[in-house]
């Protein structure tokens, strides 16, 4: 099946691969053309030659027969049988070569017309016409051609025909055909080669740019290269000037989602603190204002990871930013006593900005150091073009039913712990953000074992 979108390369080299077939194909015809009037030529003019020969060697006797001065059968007309003839038909007798072998020359007969006037003296004869071309065949079947003459004579109007085998004509030519075959296919193969060679060399330019292209979309780079060639060039500056539209509209969302949020968290803490001066019975009203602020910030968060658009440009290192988190939390529960591993390789990315996996890995380690028993590990494998990143503890864990439970926004499943049960929930919806998922699973150490999908750098979807 015909792909309805074929590559310009394909559309480049069948429409120069037609084109050389075409020109090669119409050289070879022009060039048997001319080859056939050369040779055709050649062998006329040496059949012109005998007749003219013949025609000066001419005399009539006594009787009024034809007859010649001398000798007229030098080669190739003295081979018998073999194509190369002459024959003289007077008005009383015929003469013929010897090479036919005293058999009968039957040739095609020209037009007719009056008969010659008789010559004029030997100083006053004009130019004789040339001789007329005719094809036939001779006494053995063989396939001739002739050059036919009438001229007058002594003793009355006469005609001499001198034939050549049609295969001196076309045996010269198909030799030289073939040769010309062999030389016009090497010339093909040369040509297609040099269309290859030159399609690709004037297609690289677009493959350079299209590498490039993908390094922004990997965040290798922040726009494609300003040298390009002229064709390619209105391109260049076009995806350069959207790219640079695209970062300040991005940069204008993140300000006014931090606007945003800077103008809502003043008067929340504000709240806050004024309820905390009231009696003991607004501690209901400030719990509502914690959760508030807590729902705002989640809201922002998405707002935030949506006015970027799914980042196609971003690239986080992830084990920098598990040290970091790992480092704080250590801190943090310093009364415990926790083993962490991270095998996270350090050359591993994530296409997701680093707040967004600080926010992820955050909440995921802070759940794992405040449930585990003495052992938190993040471990990372690539599955095609995501990344997927291993938390995992030695904690009591979560059932089915508890898990499911967990990923639900505000939802706590132990009230005597700190928090909202925002955690998961912010976790699971950036990303989906960013075309991944994140699940729940029971661990080999024991406890919870939270697997967490992101886009590798090179490959993220806008999630719908």
Request: proline letters at 8%; a neutral charge.
């Amino acid at each position: 099946m015909i792909s309805r979108n074929p590559s310009l390369g394909r559309r480049l080299m069948i429409g120069a691969g037609v084109f050389i077939t075409a020109a090669l194909v119409i050289a070879a015809i022009l060039i048997a053309f001319v080859l056939h009037r050369f040779v055709q030529g050649q062998i006329d003019q040496r059949l012109d030659a005998q007749i003219l020969f013949l025609s000066s060697m001419l005399e009539a006797d006594p009787g009024g027969n034809l007859r010649l001065a001398g000798s007229a059968d030098g080669p190739p007309f003295d081979r018998r049988r073999h194509g190369w003839y002459w024959q003289i038909s007077g008005p009383k007798n015929v003469l013929r070569s010897r090479s036919l072998d005293g058999a009968e020359l039957t040739y095609p007969r020209t037009a007719d017309g009056p008969p010659p006037p008789p010559p004029p003296p030997a100083d006053d004869r004009p130019p004789q016409d040339r001789p007329a071309p005719a094809d036939g065949t001779g006494p053995d079947g063989r396939r001739l051609h002739f050059r036919i003459l009438d001229v007058a004579t002594p003793a009355g109007p006469a005609t001499i025909v001198a034939s050549s085998p049609r295969d001196a004509v076309m045996g010269p030519l198909w030799e030289a055909m073939r040769t010309l075959g062999l030389s016009l296919g090497v010339l093909g193969i040369a040509l297609i080669g040099a269309m290859l060679l030159q399609v690709r060399l004037g297609l690289r330019p677009l493959e350079r740019l299209r590498s490039a292209v993908a390094e922004v979309r990997s965040g290798l780079r922040d726009e494609v290269p300003k040298a390009q060639p002229s064709e390619v060039q209105p391109l260049a500056d076009e995806l350069n000037a959207l790219l640079a539209q695209n970062a300040a509209n991005l940069e204008r969302a993140r300000k006014h989602v931090s606007n945003l949020a800077h103008g809502l968290k003043t008067p929340l803490a504000t709240l806050a603190i004024a309820l905390r001066k009231q009696t003991a019975d607004a501690g209901e009203l400030h719990d509502l204002v914690v959760l508030m602020d807590r729902r705002i910030r989640h809201h922002l968060g998405r707002a935030r990871s949506a006015a970027l658009g799914g980042p196609l440009r971003a690239r986080t290192a992830v084990a920098p930013r598990v040290d970091d988190l790992a480092l704080v939390l250590g801190k943090v529960n310093a009364h415990k006593e926790i083993a962490f591993v991270n095998t996270v390789p350090s050359g591993l990315a994530v296409a997701c900005e680093q707040q967004d996996v600080d926010e992820m890995l955050g909440n995921l380690l802070e759940n794992a150091f405040a449930w585990c028993r003495g052992r938190v590990a993040i471990s990372s494998r690539e599955e095609g073009r995501s990344v997927i990143l291993l938390v995992e503890d030695d904690g009591p864990g979560l059932s089915p039913e508890q898990m499911s439970l967990a990923m639900q926004a505000g939802r706590r499943l132990d009230e005597r712990s700190p928090g909202f049960g925002f955690g998961l929930s912010i976790t699971s919806e950036l990303a989906e953000l960013y075309a991944g998922s994140l699940n729940l699973d029971r661990s080999e150490l024991g406890g919870l074992r939270v697997a967490l999908r992101l886009p590798a750098p090179g490959w993220t979807e806008q999630s719908p």
